[in-house]
Each structure stands twice: as structure tokens, then as C-alpha cells.
């Protein structure tokens, strides 16, 4: 079964979903999915999280990189007000989803001393910032590849099975829901300042080889015994303040250009992810976007209870992010809330919490 995110394709990006859809949404949300939280269950037995520094909550802490988020202001927002290693003034989409979910813990992070005991039997995260869907890119970074948390999930699968036995083991890999959310440092980190990689491949064809990537990484999880997956699209990469900042010769406004490359790629994506449900009996593999939700903070951030989209809190909040948001970063806001960027790349809490219930009216299929 797939279910993909907005049609990027008939230039009807920007619409909205009906009345309809969003009358039978609620009406999932309050007779399906809350008795069963309201219960104390979690939806799903466990979740499992893989990609960049979107979903992040500390694999980078301890590697030898300079992305990490592991000191303030990161993290200043937090429930214990403490970095942890997320790229954020608080809590990420996924941290949200997981409370939506009915979970009372987060999927701790693979290579953090949480990841211990029986506090992995309701999931792990494996992802690492700077990653992509290309290995070439957390290569660059010294990060964890896609390829290499994969193999951190086999170890991570033997761990639960030692625990818990083979049929449970089996009946968790099965039943919980396994995100993803890769593919924007390939270009941002990598295709658009790498002469190397651009004189090699056409945008069209760099967006072939991530969708491969992509394609092998969901048939990976499937063979592992994986049936629900969720993957986001790329966001308006053009509207990101660091990418203005850096591609936007001197414009204030997002760059255009960039977010064609998104729109080309998430075609691709959801291509790619009907040709994998139709060959993969028994897969829920749910495309969401998060194109169109964050676009729509971006152009009307009031209509979202923001004040501030073209500038992230951090610092000038044109550029910085990692070591350069610091505690000793001139200009930093005193309120996240008002903006929808925490840092040049990435959102705020606030804008992080509104992406999540967007997710979870998309992603019904995976837990219903």
C-alpha cells in the first residue's frame, strides 16, 4: 500500500486538502487512534528512525565531526532545557510523533549510553547529521552513512531478538514504523558546492542515483522484515536562510532554482516508492511532505502564529548553524517560538510541531 505526499508534478503544489479530507482526518484521529493512546499503548511497538540532521537526537555527539549540536543554545528549549545533540531549540518532528504515537520515551540514539536494556525494545534512532542518501555525502562530514546505519539496525535487530525472542523480535520489526528523512544535505552539503559532482552529474541524474540509493535502503529494511515505512520528501530547499544566504546572489527571497531541484526529486521519490509497493507484497511505505506544509509557514508565517520566516533565530540567523550557533552568537532571538528557523537549516520547535500533526494526518495508513 503506498500513500504518497501532494502531487508535485500538474503545478497544483500549492493545493490544500478539501473539507472531506479533513472531516474524515478528525474523525480518524478521535475514534481510532486516541482510546488506544488514551489507554497508555502506543500505536505501534516500537519506532525506528534513520537519516540526517532533521532526526538527529545525538549519534554525532561523540563522533569526530564538526556537525554536532551537542552545546547551547541548542537544545535551550528542551524538556530539560540541555542540548542533546538535536539540531534544534527543542524538540524535532519525530520527538513529537513519538508523543502522538503514545510513546512516554523517545527513540534514544543508537551510539548514546541510552541505547541500553530494554529501553530499545520501542526503537532506536541510527541517524546522524550531515547523512544522506548518497554515502559519498556523511563521507565528506565524517558522518554515519545511510549504509552504515543499516548495519547498526542488523546489530540493533540481534539485541532485540536476545531479548525478547525471535517471534516477538519478529512481531516488533513488522509492526513498527520506520522513518526516514534523507536526501536535502546531498544537495545542500554536497551537490551544489562540489564542482566535482556537478561536472559528473546533471541535477536530473544526481536525483536518479539518490532514488536508487533510496530504493535499495526500503528493500534493505523490507528483507530485514520491515513492513511500515514513512519517508519525507524534500523540503523547499531554496527557502532555507543559510541557502539564500549561500545561492541566492545577493536576493532576499528564496531561490527558486533550488526548489525546482526539490520538486524534481520528490517526483522521483514517489516514483520510485509506487514501483517499490507494487514489487514488495505487504509493504506500507508512506511518502509525506513536507514540502508544502513548510512553504506554506515560510510565504504566511502569521497564518501559522509566526513572526519570522527569512531569518532563523540563531545568531544573524542568515547562516549559522553547528559550531557556528553558539552561545556566543551575536543576535540569537530570546523567543524560537516566533520563528519558523531555529538555525539556517533547520526548523524550530514550534514549526517542528506543526510539521508533525501534518505527518500524522498523512500517515494513517502506517498505523491503522
Not at 523567543?335 to 508533525?356: M, Q, T
Request: neutral net charge; hydrophobic residues 40%; proline residues 4%.
Amino acid at each position: 500500500m503506498l500513500v504518497l505526499g501532494r502531487d508535485f508534478s500538474c503545478g497544483n503544489s500549492e493545493k490544500e486538502m478539501g473539507f472531506g479530507s479533513s472531516f474524515w482526518a478528525a474523525y480518524f484521529l478521535l475514534h481510532v487512534l486516541v482510546a488506544p493512546v488514551a489507554r497508555g499503548d502506543p500505536l505501534v511497538p516500537a519506532l525506528i528512525i534513520f537519516g540526517d540532521s532533521v532526526v538527529d537526537v545525538g549519534n554525532n555527539n561523540n563522533l569526530t565531526t564538526l556537525i554536532k549540536a551537542n552545546f547551547l543554545p541548542y537544545g535551550r528549549d528542551f524538556v530539560n532545557h540541555r542540548p542533546t545533540g538535536r539540531f534544534c531549540n527543542g524538540k524535532l518532528a519525530t520527538d513529537f510523533t513519538a508523543e502522538y504515537l503514545g510513546f512516554t520515551t523517545y527513540p534514544p540514539a543508537y551510539l548514546s549510553p541510552d541505547a541500553t536494556g530494554r529501553s530499545i525494545l520501542t526503537g532506536a534512532n541510527f541517524a546522524s547529521a550531515a547523512s544522506g542518501l548518497f554515502d559519498g555525502t556523511a563521507q565528506l562530514y565524517s558522518a554515519i552513512s545511510l549504509t552504515r546505519q543499516l548495519s547498526y539496525y542488523r546489530d540493533y535487530q540481534t539485541k532485540v531478538v536476545n531479548m525478547a525472542g525471535k517471534s516477538r523480535a519478529d512481531d516488533i520489526f513488522s509492526g513498527a514504523i520506520h522513518l526516514l528523512s534523507a536526501g536535502s544535505s546531498d544537495f545542500i552539503q554536497n551537490y551544489y558546492i562540489n564542482p566535482v559532482l556537478r561536472g559528473l552529474y546533471s541535477v536530473d541524474r544526481f536525483s536518479d542515483l539518490l532514488t536508487s540509493s533510496y530504493s535499495s535502503f526500503i528493500q534493505n529494511l523490507y528483507v530485514l522484515g520491515a513492513r511500515r515505512i514513512g519517508v519525507t520528501t524534500l523540503p523547499p530547499t531554496g527557502c532555507l536562510p543559510a541557502a539564500i544566504t549561500l545561492f541566492g546572489a545577493g536576493s532576499n527571497q528564496c531561490v527558486e532554482r533550488l526548489n525546482q531541484d526539490a520538486i524534481l526529486f520528490n517526483n522521483k521519490l514517489n516514483s520510485t516508492s509506487r514501483g517499490l509497493v507494487n514489487k514488495l507484497p505487504g509493504l506500507k511505505l508512506v511518502v509525506f511532505d513536507i514540502y508544502q506544509p513548510l512553504l506554506n509557514m515560510i510565504r504566511k508565517p502569521d497564518e501559522s502564529g509566526f513572526f519570522e520566516s527569512r531569518r532563523a533565530c540563531c545568531g544573524t540567523g542568515t547562516l549559522e548553524t553547528s559550531l557556528l550557533c553558539n552561545d556566543r552568537s551575536v543576535g540569537t532571538c530570546s523567543n524560537a517560538s516566533d520563528y519558523v528557523f531555529w538555525d539556517g537549516f533547520h526548523p524550530s520547535e514550534a514549526a517542528n510541531k506543526i510539521l508533525a500533526g501534518d505527518l500524522l494526518e498523512q500517515g494513517f495508513d502506517l498505523i491503522s
